[in-house]
């Protein structure tokens, strides 16, 4: 695969959030500051990897051992509905948005077995 194609500008991939964050019936974090950071991680991610790697957690490099850690992850739905929010933050539930509430540290749901 060459260079080119694993890139995204920060355009494309604000486009890819807000269009999952739709499509999800979520919304996104509302700090612009750290809407825009989260966003470069991902775009990061995609250049080095070539998908979308939560940009919150380690992965392998292999997409295989990496899928539940592709945004939006395996754990994004369990922890907006006990958290309101994703673990990176990235993704609010409706509900939590609406509530005025700032995201939260939240445990790891990740099983230690796949960390590498």
């Known amino acids: 695969m060459s260079r080119r194609s694993k890139e995204k500008s920060q355009q494309d991939v604000y486009e ?3 269009r999952v964050a739709a499509h999800q019936g979520w919304e996104l974090n509302k700090d612009p500051q750290f809407l825009d950071d989260l966003v470069s991680g991902l775009r990061q ?3 080095r990897y070539g998908y979308f790697l ?3 957690r380690d992965g392998s ?3 295989q051992k990496d899928r539940d850690i592709i945004c939006p992850c395996d754990y994004n739905v ?3 509905q006990q958290y309101g929010h994703c673990f990176c933050a990235l993704f609010l539930s409706r509900e939590f948005a609406a509530s005025g509430q ?3 540290p939240i445990p790891e749901r990740r ?4 960390f590498d």
């Open 61 to 63: 490099g292999e997409r």
């Open 78 to 80: 369990p922890d907006q």
């Open 54 to 56: 939560c940009p919150c």
């Open 45 to 47: 991610n995609y250049a």
């Open 102 to 104: 700032e995201p939260q």
């Open 16 to 18: 890819f959030v807000r």
């Open 111 to 114: 099983p230690e077995s796949l």
